[in-house]
């Protein structure tokens, strides 16, 4: 078996030298940008948003309804279509709850919520919600009115 060996590319013309060194340059510059940009992740204020009142808008049979409900760290209050519910209120971080109705009604309310706070802003936050142990989950946005 005969081995052979690779020899350097051996580029003569300026014009493709100076082109080659460029695109160094911009694959560089890239892989720059995307490192840091990899690293990023949003500033999330997720304490502002455990007490206050809040509004949260939702479709329901194709009609906008708003939900509002009042929360303190250990208590929410919730108005929808003008019923009123309780639940508890349990942090598991700063940014991650589950509420649990005080009152169910049926089996359905019985069951946990686990909430988790994705992004923040001034008066709002986006969160994905889903029952406790179900791979399902929803989102939603939530907006500040009242502290």
Same mark, same amino acid.
């Given at each position: 078996? !005969?081995?052979?060996?690779? !020899?350097?590319?051996?580029?003569?013309?300026?014009?493709?030298?100076?082109?080659?060194?460029?695109?160094?340059?911009?694959?560089?510059?890239?892989?720059?940008?995307?490192?840091?940009?990899?690293?990023y992740?949003?500033?999330?204020?997720?304490?502002?948003?455990?007490?206050?009142?809040?509004?949260?808008?939702?479709?329901?049979?194709?009609?906008?309804?708003?939900?509002?409900?009042?929360?303190?760290?250990?208590?929410?209050?919730? &108005?929808?279509?003008?019923?009123?519910? &309780?639940?508890?209120?349990?942090?598991?971080?700063?940014?991650?709850?589950?509420?649990?109705?005080?009152?169910? !009604?049926?089996?359905?309310?019985?069951?946990?919520?686990?909430?988790?706070?994705?992004?923040?802003n001034?008066?709002?936050?986006?969160?994905?919600?889903?029952?406790?142990?179900?791979p399902? !989950?929803?989102?939603? &946005?939530?907006?500040?009115?009242?502290?």
């Amino acid at each position: 078996m !005969k081995m052979v060996l690779l !020899k350097p590319l051996k580029i003569d013309n300026p014009a493709l030298i100076s082109l080659f060194c460029r695109m160094k340059k911009i694959m560089l510059g890239f892989l720059i940008i995307f490192s840091f940009y990899s690293c990023y992740s949003p500033e999330k204020d997720c304490k502002e948003f455990h007490t206050g009142t809040f509004e949260f808008e939702t479709y329901l049979n194709g009609e906008l309804v708003t939900s509002t409900f009042n929360r303190s760290e250990d208590l929410e209050i919730d &108005t929808f279509l003008g019923q009123t519910d &309780t639940s508890s209120v349990r942090w598991i971080n700063d940014c991650e709850y589950v509420i649990t109705n005080l009152h169910p !009604k049926n089996m359905a309310e019985k069951q946990p919520l686990h909430i988790k706070i994705l992004t923040t802003n001034k008066d709002n936050y986006t969160f994905e919600y889903g029952l406790v142990g179900d791979p399902k !989950k929803k989102k939603g &946005t939530v907006r500040k009115v009242a502290d």
